[in-house]
Nanobody, 118 residues
Framework: QVQLVESGGGLVQPGGSLRLSCAAS????????MGWYRRAPGKQRELVAT???????NYADSVKGRFTISRDNAKNTVYLQMNSLKPEDTAVYYC????????????WGQGTQVTVSS
């Protein structure tokens, strides 16, 4: 399995922005579908966004137009730019590596907390 390490979470006011990063180990990064998932308190984990090896992207309806996923294969890193943040975006965000744009693979990061609050 690939090792994943997230960074960039924190506390932000509604309407603010954050950028999450996920650094992956190994040499196969460019072949993975990379994704961001989140789990809010009392809720099930949900897909936020995925990006395939060819850079095609998939977003949850709740984040379309506000969040952007991107990848840098030279740096083995995937990013999630989050703009116009809302309190309902508060969650632990997890990076994932897999083979599908609609379901997670077996490799997970440790998670990073994002809190949107005034």
């Amino acid at each position: 399995q690939v090792q994943l390490v997230e960074s960039g979470g924190g506390l932000v006011q509604p309407g603010g922005s954050l950028r999450l990063s996920c650094a992956a180990s190994g040499t196969a990064f460019r072949f993975y579908v990379m994704g961001w998932y989140r789990r809010a308190p009392g809720k099930q984990r949900e897909l936020v966004a995925t990006i395939a090896p060819g850079d095609s992207t998939n977003y949850a309806d709740s984040v379309k137009g506000r969040f952007t996923i991107s990848r840098d294969n030279a740096k083995n890193t995937v990013y999630l730019q989050m703009n116009s943040l809302k309190p309902e975006d508060t969650a632990v965000y997890y990076c994932n590596a897999g083979a599908s744009s609609w379901a997670p693979g077996a490799s997970w990061g440790q998670g990073t907390q994002v809190t949107v609050s005034s």
